[in-house]
T-cell receptor, first 109, second 115 residues
Framework: RKEVEQDPGPFNVPEGATVAFNCTYS??????FFWYRQDCRKEPKLLMSVYSSGNEDGRFTAQLNRASQYISLLIRDSKLSDSATYLCVVKPYGNKLVFGAGTILRVKS | DGGITQSPKYLFRKEGQNVTLSCEQN?????MYWYRQDPGQGLRLIYY???????QKGDIAEGYSVSREKKESFPLTVTSAQKNPTAFYLC??????????????FGEGSRLTVL
């Protein structure tokens, strides 16, 4: 089993739609969780950190479910500019971070 | 402006040649990382360094070498022993002072193609 697993997609949604991605992790002792956004052929950039039970930033909401070992990302009112690959990142211990392979989102007009 | 500078952005290399990718940061971060990304795959950790003169192997260190002689610099050498070196290489630093807070901040990456 991979340490971090994501549905690769692509998720094709119309503008204005709500879309959700899930990410599962295998190490139950993991303490820190992140969502990064990566545009085509660019470096990943932090979208949100998820430190406790979840948090919200504008149209984006991240949730953590420790019992089931998954985190989710909800995007409301999708914009064309939201089209990107969303990477789930888990910090199981120390300074090690493990990346999922990413979920591709395509928002269409 | 503070940031991470990677160079070169694009590099072509013949098989059997070593190549060194530069990574310089002026953010005063202690921990630095090198990742490799292949199409359709997540980032895989090559090496990381938590302090000057110390570094640790990541998951795919074979065929790579690093040094950390200065806090600002963490160059990666891709040696001829690396079987499939064509990839997108990303250097990053950890923004937090401790292990529990912070985030990974990335440079713009170096794209290496072996001909």
């Amino acid at each position: 089993r991979k340490e971090v697993e994501q549905d690769p997609g692509p998720f094709n949604v119309p503008e204005g739609a709500t879309v959700a991605f899930n990410c599962t992790y295998s190490n139950s002792a993991s303490q820190s969780f992140f969502w990064y956004r990566q545009d085509c052929r660019k470096e990943p950039k932090l979208l949100m950190s998820v430190y406790s039970s979840g948090n919200e930033d504008g149209r984006f909401t991240a949730q953590l479910n420790r019992a089931s070992q998954y985190i989710s990302l909800l995007i409301r009112d999708s914009k064309l500019s939201d089209s990107a690959t969303y990477l789930c990142v888990v910090k199981p211990y120390g300074n090690k971070l493990v990346f999922g392979a990413g979920t591709i989102l395509r928002v269409k007009s | 402006d503070g940031g991470i500078t990677q160079s070169p952005k694009y590099l072509f290399r013949k098989e059997g040649q070593n190549v060194t990718l530069s990574c310089e940061q002026n953010l005063n971060h202690d921990a630095m990382y090198w990742y490799r990304q292949d199409p359709g795959q997540g980032l895989r950790l090559i090496y990381y360094s938590q302090i000057v003169n110390d570094f640790q192997k990541g998951d795919i260190a074979e065929g790579y070498s690093v040094s950390r002689e200065k806090k600002e610099s963490f160059p990666l050498t891709v040696t001829s022993a690396q079987k499939n070196p064509t990839a997108f290489y990303l250097c990053a630093s950890w923004t937090g002072r401790g292990l529990d807070t912070g985030e990974l901040f990335f440079g713009e990456g170096s794209r290496l193609t072996v001909l």
